[in-house]
């Protein structure tokens, strides 16, 4: 899945700080941040897009590390709640994860023709989320929002196919 993302993956201080939250996360749980957990967390914030857990025993795996697809599994609902990945939803596609450690909420966009997701942040759609909540009674606390639509580029290639 191609991902247009505003920011670039995490730098190596990025990571160290996620790690040192991760190993602070898991130290009030009586938890170890063991040599899985951190190779786990690493591939996680190396990935720039949506991706699935099996992505990331792709990515351990290619990066010679080995790691069964149940202990990713294990370890994901620890990366939630510590706030490094978020579960997201990408229409067509399932659950996907993506990294969240020091980066704003943002919606999507999803091309229907060429699967692209660009990725925004547009304060009034948030504001007007939180009144229509309020407006129900509700304290929102989480939302899924999609933009489902054709890119710019099927757009034009659509046209030069049928130029009319
Ligand atoms: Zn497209
Ligand atoms: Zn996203």
Do not use: W
Not at 14 to 34: I, K, M, P, W
Request: proline share 3%; net charge negative.
């Amino acid at each position: 899945m191609r991902t247009h993302r505003n920011s670039a993956p995490a730098a190596e201080a990025g990571v160290d700080q996620a790690l040192a939250s991760f190993q602070s996360f898991l130290h009030r749980r009586s938890l170890r941040v063991t040599p899985v957990r951190e190779a786990i967390l690493r591939a996680a914030l190396r990935r720039q897009d949506h991706f699935r857990v099996e992505d990331l025993v792709d990515d351990i795996r290619r990066a010679g590390g080995a790691v069964s697809v149940a202990t990713v599994y294990r370890a994901i609902p620890l990366l939630v709640e510590a706030g490094i990945v978020e579960p997201t939803e990408v229409s067509g596609d399932g659950r996907c994860y993506e990294t969240a450690f020091g980066r704003e909420h943002h919606d999507h966009l999803i091309c229907r023709e060429c699967r692209r997701v660009v990725e925004f942040h547009f304060e009034a759609f948030e504001m007007l989320q939180r009144e229509v909540a309020a407006k129900y009674g509700f304290l929102l606390t989480d939302h899924v929002h999609e933009l489902i639509g054709v890119c710019g580029d099927c757009r034009q290639s659509r046209e030069a196919q049928s130029p009319d």
